[in-house]
């Protein structure tokens, strides 16, 4: 149970472009969701808190309109980057705690390699 | 200070042995302690989660928290090549949002 799908899981494309990658809860339903963003051989850095129904919350230093969050349902959120950049490449992971029940740990999609030309 | 600290390793073992991973951690507020595993390109597997001090047992898989140290460990049982990944420790605590504050992460490898 509670597994987290995560698409695509790597994608290529060149500056300028926009692109938009989904964190889907599979099996639970999810209120809040995570964006996290991972370089080489370091740990995770939270990036925004998502939420179902609401704007989403950005970290210091995010910006918020170059990194769009959707939380349109209780299994689905996009993160999308707007225009992005060669600086913007990286690995994107989501995750997702079960609603309804208390103190529960965050599951992980599987990434998205995002690399700008 | 970090407010989780992790040796980065890289951690070799020979097959069979037994892993040993620790975390210390600043925030006596903080309640919810968990261990993910992440091999290389893909996302962190959750492996262990405990709220309280003392031992978890999860087949190979044994979770240590000691609150009054703010030490927590992760031990690996009869390690397997399969074991080589990194491990990320994360704590949370429910007044932050439920946001997850991790650990560098350790490298481990098991070689055969």
């Known amino acids: 149970g509670a597994v987290v799908s995560q698409h695509p899981s790597w994608v290529i494309c060149k500056s300028g472009t926009s692109v938009k990658i989904e964190c889907r809860s599979l099996?639970?339903?999810?209120?809040?969701m995570f964006w996290y963003r991972q370089f080489p051989k370091q740990s995770l850095m939270l990036m925004a808190t998502?939420?179902?129904?609401?704007?989403?919350?950005?970290e210091q230093g995010v910006e918020k309109d170059k990194f769009l969050i959707n939380h349109a349902s209780l299994t689905l959120s996009t993160l999308t980057v707007t225009s992005a950049h060669p600086e913007d490449s990286s690995f994107y992971i989501c995750?997702?705690?079960?609603?309804?029940?208390?103190?529960?740990?965050?599951?992980f999609g599987d990434g998205t390699r995002l690399s700008i030309l | 200070q970090k407010e989780v600290e992790q040796d980065p390793g890289p951690l070799s073992v020979p097959e069979g042995a037994i892993v040993s991973l620790n975390c210390t951690y600043s925030n006596s507020a903080f309640q919810y302690f968990m261990w993910y595993r992440q091999y290389s390109r893909k996302g962190p597997e959750l492996l262990m989660y405990t709220y309280s001090s003392g031992n978890k047992e999860d087949g190979r898989f044994t979770a240590q928290v000691d609150k009054s140290s703010k030490y927590i460990s992760l031990f690996i049982r009869d390690s397997q090549p399969s074991d080589s990944a990194t491990y990320l420790c994360?704590?949370?605590?429910?007044?932050?949002?439920?946001?997850?504050?991790f650990g560098g992460g350790t490298r481990v490898l098991v070689k055969p």
């Open positions: 995750s997702a705690r079960v609603t309804g029940l208390s103190n529960q740990p965050q599951h």
């Open positions: 099996d639970f339903q999810a209120t809040t």
């Open positions: 994360a704590i949370n605590r429910q007044a932050a949002g439920n946001k997850l504050t």
């Open positions: 998502s939420n179902e129904g609401s704007k989403a919350t950005y």
